[in-house]
């Protein structure tokens, strides 16, 4: 695989790909030019060596213009993700291949390969043997930079907690209720080296949990409460991270249309990138405190169930009162941000598909950021940007914190007006944070789940969003 640049005269090849130039004679960028390639990003084309390399197959991938993402650039770095995982990702079936795109620092070398793993992505737990196309089996970078044996483990071992956020995604909810989830967290924490502790729904019950009970009291599957711990050794820092699980998302008694229903398998999203980064983070050995919280429910509909106008005491001993049940993402994230600040971090940054909002106003590939400090929002933006994931910074108007007044109970779960329902979710979770505590809150509805055609390194189903966003933000505050 190399990689190809777009010109005014033509294509030719980048930086890794000369000595493939020269086994075709210097003849490549006009035999890809005559081939009617532009070499733009995204472009892959696969083409029979015809005995000129040791390879069989020569695989070319766009960059896009020489002047366009400076390699050295967090967005030159990114090129260099989608171009790996766009050519691993078109060579599904084949054995083993090596990447000659430009790898000349040990950043490079850490893009490119952590792209193509990513990119060799395949979920096929269901499917029976004769409809499987495993992705490539091996991948080899091609480098002689310094560095490059530790960016390769570095890569490795974050795609290793981005595959388990899309394993976790794409499996369905009969598969992963929340005692399930439960017990996966338990087994990667004693094998990567982070404790796990699981309050069960009495357990629940018993210490104050009404948001998560009143959640999941409606299905045959009870809730959980799981609290990921990683301690290394003289760590000053400690960082919090509440995710949303909701194993699966009918509306409960707000039940939602069946043609919005067929993905919420994903509505636990946020869990699952928590409990990767932390699989990455211990993997990393990053010299940092991490808690992760998983809330863990399954929202359905029964006898049982909460109705709208109940009225909940969560863990932070505030009352909701739950005008629509559909809404309960933001009942089990309370308890866990309350939970998360007894442990007095430095941050807490909550994980969800909150809303439908989310993708109204930024769409399926752009998360949005709030928080109780513009500096914390743009400092969870900032590491998104440099890890490649897309978010945006978003306002929490105060003007829309009466539309969550009760008369009832100390909130609402909802405002009265659907405008603004990203907003408003974030500014119902504001009231939860204590004050001094630095929090965040990133809504990925869109970005966790991909409905549509692979693109670059993400694939369709499960995308892993955000999880390399928590993994940098912990190496942030280690450092």
């Known amino acids: 695989m190399i990689g190809v640049h777009a010109g005014p005269d033509g294509i030719r090849p980048a930086a890794g790909a000369e000595s493939v130039d020269q086994a075709f004679d210097g003849k490549l960028s006009a035999t890809l030019t005559a081939m009617g390639l532009k070499g733009v990003p995204g472009e892959v084309a696969?083409?029979?060596?015809?005995?000129?390399?040791?390879?069989?197959?020569?695989?070319?991938?766009?960059?896009?213009?020489?002047?366009?993402?400076?390699?050295?650039?967090?967005?030159?770095?990114?090129?260099?993700?989608?171009?790996?995982?766009e050519a691993t990702r078109a060579l599904a079936g084949v054995e083993s291949a090596a990447l000659a795109l430009p790898a000349a620092t040990a950043a490079q070398v850490g893009a490119v390969a952590l792209g193509g793993a990513l990119g060799a992505y395949g979920f096929h737990r269901y499917l029976t043997n004769g409809q499987r196309k495993e992705p490539v089996g091996e991948i080899t970078v091609l480098?002689?930079?310094e560095g490059a044996g530790e960016a390769l483990e570095a890569a490795q071992t974050l795609a290793g907690g981005v595959t388990l956020t899309r394993d976790l995604v794409n499996t369905p909810p009969s598969d992963l209720w929340p005692a399930r989830f439960a017990e996966i967290a338990e087994e990667y924490g004693a094998r990567s080296g982070f404790t796990a502790e699981v309050l069960d729904e009495h357990a629940l019950r018993e210490g104050g949990y009404?948001?998560?009970v009143g959640v999941g009291q409606g299905s045959t599957n009870p809730p959980r409460l799981v609290r990921l711990a990683?301690?290394?050794a003289g760590a000053s820092k400690t960082v919090a991270f509440v995710g949303k699980g909701i194993t699966f998302d009918s509306?409960?008694?707000?039940?939602?249309?069946s043609a919005s229903m067929d993905w919420m398998k994903s509505d636990m999203a946020g869990a699952a990138a928590v409990l990767g980064a932390m699989v990455s983070i211990a993997g990393l050995g990053l010299p940092v405190n991490v808690v992760g919280y998983l809330c863990l429910a399954?929202?359905?509909?029964?006898?049982?169930?909460?109705?709208?106008?109940?009225?909940?005491?969560?863990?932070?001993g505030k009352t909701v009162e739950v005008l629509d049940t559909d809404a309960e993402g933001r009942l089990v994230l309370v308890d866990g941000i309350a939970r998360a600040a007894q442990d007095q971090p430095d941050l807490i940054v909550d994980v969800a598909t909150l809303t439908g909002a989310q993708i109204v106003a930024l769409g399926w590939r752009v998360a949005g950021v709030m928080s109780n400090d513009d500096a914390v929002r743009d400092e969870v933006v900032a590491t998104a940007s440099s890890v490649g994931e897309a978010t945006w910074g978003m306002p929490l108007p105060e003007e829309l914190r009466k539309g969550l007044d009760s008369a009832v109970a100390d909130i609402a779960n909802v405002h009265p007006e659907r405008m603004g329902g990203m907003l408003t979710a974030a500014l119902f979770l504001r009231e939860f944070v204590p004050?001094?505590?630095?929090?965040a809150h990133v809504d990925m509805a869109g970005p966790s789940f991909n409905k549509g055609e692979p693109y670059?390194?993400?694939?369709?189903?499960?995308?892993?969003?955000?999880?390399?966003?928590?993994?940098?933000?912990a190496g942030r505050y280690a450092e």
């Open 46 to 85: 696969k083409i029979p060596t015809f005995g000129a390399i040791t390879a069989p197959l020569l695989v070319t991938v766009g960059l896009g213009d020489v002047s366009e993402g400076d390699p050295g650039t967090d967005a030159g770095l990114e090129a260099l993700r989608r171009a790996a995982g």
């Open 143 to 145: 480098t002689s930079a």
């Open 210 to 212: 009404g948001g998560i």
């Open 230 to 232: 990683y301690s290394p």
């Open 251 to 257: 509306g409960g008694l707000s039940l939602k249309p």
């Open 298 to 316: 399954e929202n359905m509909p029964s006898g049982t169930a909460q109705r709208p106008s109940d009225v909940l005491k969560t863990f932070s």
């Open 435 to 439: 004050d001094g505590i630095r929090w």
């Open 456 to 473: 670059g390194y993400t694939p369709k189903g499960g995308t892993g969003a955000i999880t390399r966003t928590l993994v940098e933000l």
